[in-house]
């Protein structure tokens, strides 16, 4: 083995035995560079050569350094501020109730709550990680699939806690709290195949996403369960948004041969398909049931009332939170993927299948 490798090796092996004695300097000799450079590449890493900044961040990943321990240190040990980061496109009315559910749990422990978004502006998750770096946050919720990262580095590389809410994240090792959203789809399309319902629309959510994937995966176990296949849905591209629903909706009433039963994966589309399709003449449930996803207070306002999925979305955020607080305080997460579970609402929008 090369004497840098061997080095490396030696000191990761002690930072296994107590992660709090690696300093600057071990990432340095770790890395083949000087402390100059590591600080450079994790203050400033526009301005390291591409290929030394990886190899700093490898080794700061490899030996669980923290790159803002002294300054966390000289203010007392905590900024008292969690950073929540919202992924781009997500619905207000669904999020609404999860952010209540996490700042009612950091409130009472004393914790201010700092709001960013992956939205598309230019240079926002810059500064979200220089945010981080700076040592201004001690911990962070993401509601998303991906963790913010700029330069080649992201808000885990700093050492801060970290826990996902309503999605597993990109970077292993980070502890989330979701809802079973495989378990919930099927509970879905399974209330209305057994309402008679064998032609079905599936109103999917971005492509990628990870509730996405889990819902249509959900979807696809009891059209199968049920004997059914790729002749008997069809699936309309979407976004969890109003937009999409109306979008969906139009060209539902373009299809020739339309299905009975729609399966939405949010209450936003499910409303605004179920507006779209009754201004085209259908009449819901007599001709087109529709059972949404998530539980929005709107889905209680509407005519009809829509059937859906109620999930915990206050308790996804308080349980988020306090998993959050027990990371900040040096303990570690009981376990991995923390499920919570939705309920079935039955309203009037879905019923039985006219003969």
């Not at 308790?315 to 499920?339: R, V």
Request: with cysteine; proline share 5%.
């Amino acid at each position: 083995m090369p004497p840098a490798k061997e080095r490396a090796k030696r000191i990761q092996r002690r930072a296994l035995r107590d992660v709090s004695k690696i300093r600057i300097g071990d990432v340095a000799r770790a890395a083949g560079v000087s402390t100059a450079t590591v600080s450079r590449a994790l203050t400033f890493p526009d301005r390291v050569q591409t290929e030394t900044r990886e190899r700093v961040l490898a080794a700061v990943r490899e030996l669980g350094y923290t790159p803002n321990s002294a300054a966390r240190q000289l203010r007392a040990g905590s900024s008292r501020s969690v950073l929540v980061v919202v992924g781009p496109r997500r619905n207000p009315p669904f999020f609404s109730e999860v952010l209540r559910g996490i700042d009612t749990a950091l409130s009472q422990a004393g914790y201010a709550v700092l709001m960013g978004n992956l939205d598309s502006i230019d240079g926002k998750e810059k500064y979200l990680v220089d945010l981080v770096f700076g040592g201004h946050i001690d911990g962070a919720l993401v509601l998303a699939s991906t963790v913010p990262s700029h330069a080649g580095r992201t808000i885990a590389d700093s050492g801060i806690p970290i826990v996902g809410v309503c999605a597993e994240t990109d970077v292993a090792g980070i502890p989330a709290v979701v809802v079973d959203d495989e378990i919930c789809c099927q509970a879905q399309t399974r209330y209305l195949l057994d309402r008679g319902h064998r032609h079905l629309a599936y109103l999917a959510g971005p492509k990628g996403n990870y509730n996405e994937r889990h819902r249509y995966a959900g979807f696809q176990a009891e059209i199968a369960a049920a004997g059914l296949g790729p002749d008997d849905f069809v699936r309309f591209e979407g976004n969890y948004d109003f937009a999409s629903g109306v979008a969906s909706g139009k060209a539902f009433l373009a299809l020739e041969r339309r299905p009975t039963g729609v399966v939405a994966t949010s209450d936003e589309m499910a409303i605004a398909f179920m507006t779209t399709i009754r201004r085209g003449g259908l009449r819901v449930p007599q001709d087109v049931s529709i059972i949404g996803f998530d539980g929005i207070e709107l889905g209680d306002f509407v005519e009809p009332t829509l059937t859906t999925i109620r999930q915990p979305r206050f308790d996804l955020g308080s349980t988020g939170a306090k998993l959050l607080l027990q990371l900040m305080q040096g303990n570690a997460a009981s376990q991995q993927l923390t499920t919570l579970k939705g309920a079935l609402d039955e309203r009037e929008s879905a019923g039985w299948v006219k003969t």
